[in-house]
């Protein structure tokens, strides 16, 4: 990992939020709102979402704004026409907002639509704070050698990497013997097995502890989320697979755990509430204060822990086996997935069909290289055009 020395922070702290209009996005400058004169907003980003850019540019006032879709440009700018705001547009200006100086970047784009500009801020060597997680899951390799090679500080953002991240001993890294994921089971732990051919995109979304964007909501509900966060803790932490477990604790107080060799299990816990790891990223070294319900766990009683079950849960077994397989197989996992989750959730494909999209993907798609940027994105559309040919999937 590129755990570099703590920086000396200065203030104000110059911060860009690549994915602003998001659930993460908006967290964060949640944050940076309760702390004015801490934090001097550089670049926002988004990619259709006009209006929200727009407001968050006109209390934030950052030095530009870049939208993906290039489409939106003069709607944006005459939107913030009378601010001096520059604003651009297309997925270039996504990654030339990213590149901008920076102290702090948050990388909370969803998907690997977040990869060439999550990409382009890893080699700035500024702290770099990665909620994207299909980003690494797509490229950890790469990444995490541009990180290390531009001296970028790496912090995770995903309640468990960040929990992890508190807990490891990055210097007596020897005495580590492997990580625990929490994971909350999602909306459908408990339902019955024959119900699953038949559960809507809105039963999927709606998770009992979190409150997040579709994707990730989705990816919850099949536990993928879980499987791309095991490869995502692969690459962080540089864990080997069969050390790092995953475990369902249904109150998602737990956030992950790290086991030593003298059988000590360290654990960071708090409420469900993304201010607490975005916090402890935007604060890093130190630490700042986040309006999160406070833990009473007197109030709470019950922790509660048992093992996944691959037979309700088989994007599990699925990411466990690609990231045996190498991160070829990982790309292609994350790119089908991301083709069959958008299928579901426009009424083109059933929930079941999720997995078995993926699945159908990996047994198809040969593994290719990973090494560049380029060999990425060639792999990760490979997978896209199988993954679309999956019966009723075509017609996005
Ligand atoms: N939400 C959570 O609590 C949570 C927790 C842990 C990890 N994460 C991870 O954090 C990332 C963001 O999740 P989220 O829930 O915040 O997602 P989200 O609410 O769907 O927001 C995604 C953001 O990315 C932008 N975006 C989408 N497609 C894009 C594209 N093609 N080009 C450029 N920008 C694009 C969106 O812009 P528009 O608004 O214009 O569409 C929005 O700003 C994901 O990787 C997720 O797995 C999220």
Same mark, same amino acid.
């Given at each position: 990992?590129?755990?570099?020395?703590?920086?000396?922070?200065?203030?104000?702290?110059?911060?860009?939020?690549?994915?602003?209009?998001?659930?993460?996005?908006?967290?964060?400058?949640?944050?940076? %709102?309760?702390?004015?004169?801490?934090?001097?907003?550089?670049?926002? /980003?988004?990619?259709?979402?006009?209006?929200?850019?727009?407001?968050?540019?006109?209390?934030?006032?950052?030095?530009?704004?870049?939208?993906?879709?290039?489409?939106?440009? =003069?709607?944006?700018?005459?939107?913030?026409?009378?601010?001096?705001?520059?604003?651009?547009?297309?997925?270039?200006?996504?990654?030339? @907002?990213?590149?901008?100086?920076?102290?702090?970047?948050?990388?909370?784009?969803?998907?690997?639509?977040?990869?060439?500009?999550?990409?382009?801020?890893?080699?700035? $060597? @500024?702290?770099?704070?990665?909620? !994207?997680?299909?980003?690494?899951?797509?490229?950890?390799?790469?990444?995490?050698?541009?990180? %290390?090679?531009?001296? /970028?500080?790496?912090?995770?953002?995903?309640?468990?990497? !960040?929990?992890?991240?508190?807990?490891?001993?990055? &210097?007596?890294?020897?005495?580590?013997?492997?990580?625990?994921?929490?994971?909350? $089971?999602?909306?459908?732990?408990?339902?019955?097995?024959?119900?699953?051919?038949?559960?809507?995109?809105?039963? %999927?979304?709606?998770?009992?502890?979190?409150?997040? $964007?579709?994707?990730?909501?989705?990816?919850?509900?099949?536990?993928?989320?879980?499987?791309?966060?095991?490869?995502?803790?692969?690459?962080?932490?540089?864990?080997?697979?069969?050390?790092? =477990?995953?475990?369902?604790?249904?109150?998602?107080?737990?956030?992950?755990?790290?086991?030593?060799?003298?059988?000590?299990?360290?654990?960071?816990?708090?409420?469900?509430?993304?201010?607490?790891?975005?916090?402890?990223?935007?604060?890093?070294?130190?630490?700042?204060?986040?309006?999160?319900?406070?833990?009473?766990? %007197?109030?709470?009683?019950?922790?509660?822990?048992?093992?996944?079950?691959?037979?309700?849960?088989?994007?599990?077994?699925?990411?466990?086996?690609?990231?045996?397989? $190498? !991160?070829?197989?990982?790309?292609?996992?994350?790119?089908? !997935?991301?083709?069959?989750?958008?299928?579901?959730?426009?009424?083109?494909?059933?929930?079941?069909?999720?997995?078995?999209?993926? &699945? /159908?993907?990996?047994?198809?798609?040969?593994?290719?290289?990973?090494?560049?940027?380029?060999?990425?994105?060639?792999?990760?559309? &490979?997978?896209?055009?199988?993954? &679309?040919?999956?019966?009723?999937?075509?017609?996005?």
């Amino acid at each position: 990992m590129a755990l570099a020395e703590p920086r000396p922070v200065t203030a104000p702290r110059r911060v860009s939020i690549l994915g602003s209009t998001g659930s993460v996005g908006c967290s964060t400058l949640d944050l940076i %709102a309760r702390n004015p004169g801490v934090f001097q907003v550089e670049a926002l /980003t988004a990619h259709r979402n006009v209006a929200g850019l727009a407001a968050q540019a006109r209390k934030f006032r950052p030095a530009i704004v870049a939208i993906a879709d290039p489409s939106c440009y =003069e709607t944006l700018r005459d939107a913030l026409s009378d601010t001096g705001i520059e604003v651009a547009a297309g997925p270039k200006a996504v990654v030339e @907002a990213a590149s901008r100086p920076a102290d702090w970047v948050m990388a909370a784009i969803v998907g690997a639509a977040g990869l060439a500009p999550t990409l382009a801020a890893a080699r700035q $060597g @500024a702290i770099l704070a990665i909620a !994207n997680k299909e980003c690494l899951v797509s490229a950890g390799d790469l990444f995490m050698a541009e990180a %290390a090679r531009h001296g /970028t500080t790496v912090l995770p953002v995903d309640s468990e990497h !960040n929990a992890i991240f508190q807990v490891f001993d990055f &210097e007596g890294r020897d005495a580590i013997e492997r990580i625990i994921l929490t994971a909350s $089971g999602g909306p459908f732990r408990d339902t019955p097995l024959d119900r699953l051919a038949h559960v809507t995109p809105t039963e %999927a979304l709606a998770h009992p502890n979190w409150d997040m $964007g579709a994707k990730v909501s989705i990816d919850s509900a099949t536990m993928m989320n879980k499987g791309l966060e095991l490869i995502e803790a692969h690459y962080l932490f540089d864990m080997a697979e069969p050390d790092i =477990e995953v475990l369902i604790h249904p109150q998602s107080i737990v956030h992950s755990m790290v086991g030593y060799a003298d059988g000590s299990v360290l654990a960071q816990l708090g409420t469900p509430d993304m201010r607490t790891p975005i916090a402890y990223t935007l604060a890093w070294p130190e630490r700042m204060d986040a309006p999160a319900e406070r833990l009473d766990l %007197a109030k709470i009683g019950t922790l509660s822990f048992q093992n996944p079950d691959f037979d309700r849960f088989p994007a599990l077994r699925l990411a466990r086996e690609a990231l045996q397989t $190498g !991160n070829g197989a990982t790309t292609i996992l994350n790119a089908a !997935n991301e083709v069959a989750v958008k299928a579901f959730l426009e009424g083109r494909a059933k929930y079941l069909d999720i997995v078995a999209i993926v &699945e /159908t993907t990996l047994e198809i798609v040969d593994q290719a290289r990973t090494a560049s940027l380029a060999d990425v994105l060639a792999l990760d559309a &490979e997978a896209r055009r199988v993954a &679309e040919q999956y019966p009723g999937v075509r017609g996005a």
